[in-house]
């Protein structure tokens, strides 16, 4: 585990460095803009999904460094879709990553288009990847488009505002997990397998991968909003009963619900065997995921 969290810190250090490179500087007209767009990227968060995609793109043999575009490109529009969530109109939130949320600091209209910016800049972004053996820089943005889009991240999210209080049950649920966390999961894993010129199966074992993984990942963090305090999990605790949100605890229980989520671990886990050594690392986040408290 020691060497799991200083591979995720280095990794996290390398993003951050590359996103300080990507985003126009806090001085940059309109300042405001830019200061709100920083703010939000480098609140503090886990960078997850930056550290899949650099992952990923290791268990297929590639060189990381030539996944760092889509990497930022993901990380870029998780951040914008967290400024929009917090948003009044929808999950209306005061506290994300330990820190006032967007709006709280520069206002809603601000808010709103300091969260456009980071998904158009991730566009800007993914497009300056190298193209790899079997895929081009086109069908990166491609593929990040359509996560990012009507069809899944923002359809999820109409879906979720709607089921407010609609009595939903466990197979509307899981389809509005796999069109928001565990489609961006998914697209992170298949960037960076893209980046590495992967072959058709291996892609395929990936999206697997990281669709399990993704609704593990949402199924603790419903778990953790019902068990943990605010100061640990860096955002409101309790938002999801307040709301009447469909969670899984809500329909399954706590005991049921941990179960999914380890029996989902083990899926995305049988899903690394192409990978053999080279999956170790995907296999520990996994096992980590699972395991995690906030």
Not at 146 to 159: D, N, P
Not at 230 to 241: H, Q, T, W, Y
Not at 254 to 260: F, G
């Amino acid at each position: 585990m020691d060497d799991l969290k200083a591979y995720a810190k280095a990794q996290a250090s390398r993003v951050d460095r590359a996103l300080g490179r990507f985003l126009p500087s806090a001085n940059t007209r309109p300042k405001t803009l830019h200061e709100a767009m920083r703010y939000s990227v480098f609140a503090g968060g886990k960078r997850l999904r930056p550290i899949l995609c650099l992952a990923a793109a290791e268990a297929c043999g590639g060189d990381d460094e030539l996944a760092l575009p889509a990497a930022c490109a993901v990380e870029c529009v998780h951040t914008y879709s967290l400024i929009h969530d917090d948003l009044p109109c929808m999950d209306d939130d005061d506290l994300r990553r330990g820190k006032p949320t967007n709006h709280k600091v520069y206002g809603e209209a601000v808010a709103v288009l300091a969260g456009d910016a980071l998904l158009t800049l991730a566009f800007e972004i993914a497009g300056q990847g190298r193209p790899a053996r079997r895929y081009t820089a086109a069908d990166m943005v491609h593929d990040l488009a359509v996560t990012a889009g009507s069809r899944h991240l923002v359809g999820g999210q109409v879906l979720d505002i709607e089921g407010e209080g609609a009595g939903l049950g466990a197979r509307e649920l899981r389809f509005i997990h796999e069109s928001k966390t565990a489609a961006l999961l998914t697209c992170a894993v298949r960037l960076g397998a893209m980046s590495a010129g992967a072959t058709p199966a291996k892609l395929a074992a990936l999206t697997e991968f990281g669709r399990a993984t993704g609704l593990a990942f949402q199924v603790i963090d419903d778990i953790l909003d019902v068990t943990a305090p605010s100061e640990r999990l860096g955002k409101s605790a309790g938002k999801d009963e307040a709301t009447d949100k469909a969670t899984y605890p809500a329909i399954h229980g706590l005991e049921k619900s941990r179960k999914e989520a380890a029996r989902l671990t083990r899926k995305a886990i049988g899903a690394l065997k192409p990978f053999g050594r080279r999956g170790a690392r995907l296999e520990e986040i996994a096992h980590y995921l699972l395991d995690r408290d906030y």
